[in-house]
């Protein structure tokens, strides 16, 4: 006898389900662009994956028939996403590239477990949502995590590869902050917009930003050999889709479909996936310290939301 799935609890859980699912995605995808990094700067990596998400976007709109400009749409809803999109991904995703080029996969799954305190602390100064005394338990405990996690360097490493590994620490905690305060500012428009809309005009904030810096001279000859044909798209095309198109509409869907903070937590599945995937296809060595970093920083995400 075939077990029929409880349509009306997957409907009722769209949000828990989608932020879950969002975490699987983003995790996969932060091996490949760990892989794609080794190819491109993180200047020209965040302006290629927003190139192809923005493509994905619009061409779904318009098969689905939503409209690329939508009457209800004021322009203080414009600027706002473009904002946000400027933040949270034209200079968050940037900063997240450059420390996953220094700290590796397992180590940013670490820093990675900032995200969900930081938005529940930035929907409390933004949006008035309620914050209580776990929170700033979770805090001292992320930053417990941190400095197990990711403080200190293997038996042997130079100064050099301790500076490194802590300016990467500092850049992703700066990206964490920045995704957070993105999505956050965010939030009222997503309660009253289409979620493919929102999500593209986020992404033309980004690319607004990235294509300033993708023209100067400095990025100018990497990023057309990024945009030309080759082998390399073999990782950073499926890096983008993953990372820009499917985990993105999962992560808006669910801080649209439930509340800001179940979502982040939720969200936050990711860094166990992570770490999994780091061991798993990146032979990174999976130590004490990482495991529990992870565990401290998980349980503290989840006490955020107490």
């Known amino acids: 006898m075939l077990i029929k799935p409880d349509m009306d609890w997957i409907v009722a859980h769209t949000g828990e389900l989608s932020s879950t699912i969002c975490g699987l995605m983003w995790a996969a995808a932060m091996i490949l662009f760990k892989k794609s990094g080794e190819l491109l700067s993180p200047v020209v990596l965040n302006l290629f994956k927003g190139v192809v998400g923005l493509v994905l976007f619009v061409s779904t709109m318009l098969v689905l028939g939503f409209p690329l400009f939508p009457q209800q749409a004021s322009t203080a809803h414009w600027l706002i996403l473009l904002l946000s ?66 403080w200190r360097t293997e038996d042997g490493a130079s100064p050099q590869d301790t500076r490194t590994l802590r300016y990467g620490v500092v850049l992703g905690m700066a990206s964490q902050l920045l995704m957070a305060i993105g999505i956050v500012m965010a939030k009222p428009v997503l309660n009253v917009s289409d979620v493919w809309w929102a999500t593209s005009v986020r992404q033309v904030g980004g690319l607004v930003i990235l294509f300033v810096q993708g023209f100067s001279p400095r990025y100018r000859a990497e990023m057309i050999r990024a945009f030309t044909p080759s082998r390399q798209w073999k990782i950073t095309i499926p890096a983008a889709v993953l990372g820009t198109y499917l985990a993105m509409i999962f992560w808006i869907m669910g801080m649209k479909y439930t509340y800001t903070t179940i979502a982040s937590v939720l969200n936050q599945m990711s860094v166990i996936f992570m770490l999994i995937f780091a061991t798993m296809f990146l032979k990174e060595p999976l130590t004490w310290r990482k495991a529990a970093a992870i565990s401290i920083g998980f349980a503290a995400g989840v006490l955020s939301t107490l």
């Open 85 to 150: 999109g400027a933040i949270g991904i034209g200079f968050a995703d940037t900063l997240l590239f450059a420390s996953l080029n220094r700290l590796g996969a397992g180590r940013m799954a670490i820093v990675d477990c900032l995200y969900s305190p930081l938005v529940i602390l930035s929907s409390f100064i933004y949006l008035a949502e309620p914050i209580h005394i776990w929170l700033l338990v979770s805090m001292v405990l992320m930053a417990v995590a941190i400095l197990v996690g990711t």
